[in-house]
C-alpha cells in the first residue's frame, strides 16, 4: 500500500515562505512523476508544480518564480518552497505522484493559510 504524508503547511503572512514536503513509502513502484497540486472545497484542483522522471518540471503560471520543486527520487520525497506567497495561494495542498501506469496517488493534504 502506498503512502504519501506531507508535512510544512501553516499560517504565514503575505510575502512570506513555506516548505512543503511529501514523503512515498510503501510498495515499490515506479515512478513516473511527483507534484503538488492545491484544491478547495468546490473547486477544480490546479496543478501547481511537477517534477517528472528525467529531469523536466512544470510549474503553473501562477506560482513561476515563486514556487520550487525538488525531489529525490532514490528517497522518494518531494519538496514545494514557496516564497513570496500571497492570499492567493491560500489552499489545501496534496502531494500527488503517477507511476508508470499514471496511476495516481494522493497524500492527506496540508492547509496553506496566507493572511495578514
Known amino acids: 500500500q502506498v503512502q504519501l504524508v506531507e508535512s510544512g503547511g501553516g499560517l504565514v503572512q503575505p510575502g512570506g515562505s513555506l516548505r512543503l514536503s511529501c514523503s512515498v513509502s510503501g510498495s515499490r513502484f515506479s515512478i513516473n512523476d511527483m507534484g503538488w497540486h492545491r484544491q478547495d472545497p468546490g473547486k477544480a484542483r490546479e496543478l501547481v508544480a511537477r517534477?517528472?522522471?528525467?529531469?523536466?518540471?512544470w510549474y503553473a503560471d501562477s506560482v513561476k518564480g515563486r514556487f520550487t520543486i525538488s525531489k529525490d527520487d532514490a528517497k522518494h520525497t518531494v519538496n514545494l518552497q514557496m516564497n513570496s506567497l500571497n492570499v492567493e495561494d491560500t489552499s489545501r495542498y496534496y502531494c500527488i505522484v503517477r507511476d508508470g501506469d499514471f496511476r495516481e496517488y494522493w497524500g492527506q493534504g496540508t492547509q496553506v493559510t496566507v493572511s495578514s
Open positions: 517534477a517528472i522522471r528525467g529531469g523536466s518540471i
